[in-house]
């Protein structure tokens, strides 16, 4: 996912991707598993990356825990509830497939990727990779 615009501003951007039980490597696209419009699918991903969950008024009372547990919101690592945002799209992708499928994942992996702006190259820059057995 890439937003257009400003080539003066940055953007981050994802790639979900899922190793399958035959080993193949395959584009998993999350709009197709949560029937979400495409910009509230990356707008989740984004707040997600970034702990925005955790800097609302009124959180989760897991979230609550997991702060109480690390002492701050700045104790967390970066993207702390990224593994039950991935286990669910992998569940999800899983659930359209027979169970003997070779096409069924063993794992999902959501690739955070920055272009630092100016120009419309340099948008490959690794930034961070999250990556769930499922």
Known sequence: MMA??????????FILRGETVSGQ????????????????????????AFNQNFRLSSIHPDNARLIEQLGSVEQLPFGARMPELLTTWGNLYNEQLPS???????????????????????????????????
Do not use: C, H
Request: aromatic share 14%; glycine share 6%; net charge positive.
């Open 4 to 13: 257009g615009g400003s080539l003066q501003t940055g953007r981050n951007y």
């Open 100 to 134: 003997s499928s070779p096409a069924r994942l063993k794992a999902i992996r959501l690739d955070m990727y920055r272009w630092s702006s100016g120009r419309y190259a340099d948008y490959d820059t690794f930034v961070e990779s999250w990556r769930k057995e499922l």
């Open 25 to 48: 490597t395959v584009d998993v696209r999350p709009i197709k598993l949560t029937n979400a419009l495409y910009a509230r699918t990356w707008t989740m991903v984004s707040a997600t």
